[in-house]
């Protein structure tokens, strides 16, 4: 099975490719696509659906999308689908994660919780559609930590391993996180239609 996976981001391109293993997964770059697709949805799934039906539309395949983001309880939820937006799209996040951290400088453990959203829409093009969510609770810890991952993995504090986000391999973050659990949600629904 081909399919196109509606990003740009590297970082979730390298986790999604790993997890459809037996899935070819072209990026828009390798399947000529290069447009800046608008997401205006209010949800997650919203953005996720909008994504992936617009490559569908433009290539004639199937595609697939992530919406995700950082949903930190103390902020209200923020910065949630704004995520890759806040404090500007081309902002280092050496950058924002220094200033998340700031923005809860002096808040205690217990009201630091906070969670990554996934939704992951598939899009055939008979127009058959199916989108899943998954996430992954945690706090926003109090440093910088660790060098895999991506986005705001260096601050993130996955409780049940009781590491940071970023201090994870691949593997390790795959089996835990939002993504992981939404794509594995995803994958059943397409084994379901194969039968
Ligand atoms: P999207 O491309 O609009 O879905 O933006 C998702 C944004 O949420 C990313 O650019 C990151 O800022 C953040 N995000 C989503 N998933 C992760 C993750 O697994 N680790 C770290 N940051 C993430």
């Known amino acids: 099975m081909e399919m196109i996976f509606a990003t740009t981001n590297a970082g979730k391109t390298l986790e999604v490719k790993k997890m459809l293993g037996n899935v070819s997964l072209l990026t828009m770059k ?25 490559v569908s539309k433009l290539s004639g395949k199937i595609a697939i999308a992530d919406d995700s983001g950082l949903e930190i309880d103390y902020l209200n939820k923020e910065p949630g689908v704004h995520s890759a937006r806040f404090m500007g799209h081309d902002t280092p996040y050496s950058i924002k994660n220094a200033k998340i951290l700031e923005m809860l400088k002096g808040v205690p453990e217990e009201k630091r919780t906070a ?63 939002h993504r992981g659990k939404a794509v594995a949600k995803i994958k059943k629904k397409i084994e379901e239609i194969e039968k």
């Open 30 to 54: 390798e399947a000529g696509i290069n447009i800046d697709i608008e997401e205006n949805g209010k949800t997650f799934e919203e953005n996720a659906l909008i994504k992936a039906r617009t």
């Open 115 to 177: 969670r990554f959203v996934s939704a992951v829409a598939v899009v055939f093009p008979s127009g058959r559609e199916f989108v899943e969510r998954g996430t992954i609770e945690g706090s926003i810890g109090t440093e910088i930590k660790g060098k895999n991952g991506f986005g705001y993995d260096p601050i993130f504090y996955v409780s049940e391993l009781k590491k940071y986000s970023a201090e994870l391999s691949l593997e390790e973050k795959n089996k835990i996180s």
